[in-house]
T-cell receptor, first 112, second 115 residues
Framework: ETGVTQTPRHLVMGMTNKKSLKCEQHLGHNAMYWYKQSAKKPLELMFVYSLEERVENNSVPSRFSPECPNSSHLFLHLHTLQPEDSALYLCASSREVGYEQYFGPGTRLTVT | AQSVTQPDIHITVSEGASLELRCNYS??????LFWYVQSPGQGLQLLLKYFSGDTLVQGIKGFEAEFKRSQSSFNLRKPSVHWSDAAEYFC?????????????FGEGTQLTVNP
């Protein structure tokens, strides 16, 4: 596979569930990102990782927990989410932080 | 802090017509500038980027954009729109600061193409 892949593409979960989103990049990049895209809102940057180290956390609630075990993989662990967390979650990567970002197809999350 | 404005929330054009999508930014120095496109249910795809040099940049799918420093603008253009261009378009500004770098996105312009 090439580019940035995300699994699952769709996820429905209850508020008491625990689930994880996975992102993998095949571009040899050193930086990875999580974004939240809600209807009628600008793209919201959630987390930034550079060489597996978190370099930015934009006041994201603790019910979202990122993990970056290596420069190719990024996870977003979810627990006790709220209905307002329903959104498209996009992963992106770039050669280094600040360079153009390449996006995955996203995970459409619905919290019931 | 930098900001990005896309003044047009929704634009409708006829197939074959020309297109211009507006993007204005606010930043004290010259930023890096990007245009992305997003089809329904998909992620964002990079159309083109401006880092320095020639202010008219060519991108994929026949798109181009022109950086105008005096107007703080980076408008996206296409001479003849195809039905497959219907999508949402995002302008983004990247800046380097001592605290790190950041990419800020505009709110997007939804493009509808009429047959």
């Amino acid at each position: 596979e090439t580019g940035v892949t995300q699994t699952p593409r769709h996820l429905v979960m209850g508020m008491t569930n625990k689930k994880s989103l996975k992102c993998e990049q095949h571009l040899g990049h050193n930086a990875m990102y999580w974004y939240k895209q809600s209807a009628k809102k600008p793209l919201e940057l959630m987390f930034v990782y550079s060489l597996e180290e978190r370099v930015e956390n934009n006041s994201v609630p603790s019910r979202f927990s990122p993990e970056c075990p290596n420069s190719s993989h990024l996870f977003l662990h979810l627990h006790t989410l709220q209905p307002e967390d329903s959104a498209l979650y996009l992963c992106a990567s770039s050669r280094e932080v600040g360079y153009e970002q390449y996006f995955g197809p996203g995970t459409r999350l619905t919290v019931t | 802090a930098q900001s990005v404005t896309q003044p047009d929330i929704h634009i409708t054009v006829s197939e074959g017509a020309s297109l211009e999508l507006r993007c204005n930014y606010s930043y004290g120095a010259t930023p890096y500038l990007f245009w992305y496109v997003q089809s329904p249910g998909q992620g964002l795809q990079l159309l083109l980027k401006y880092f320095s040099g020639d202010t008219l940049v060519q991108g994929i799918k026949g798109f181009e954009a022109e950086f105008k420093r005096s107007q703080s603008s980076f408008n996206l253009r296409k001479p003849s729109v195809h039905w497959s261009d219907a999508a949402e378009y995002f302008c983004a500004v990247g800046v380097w600061e001592t605290s790190g770098s950041r990419l800020t996105f505009g709110e997007g312009t939804q493009l509808t193409v009429n047959p």
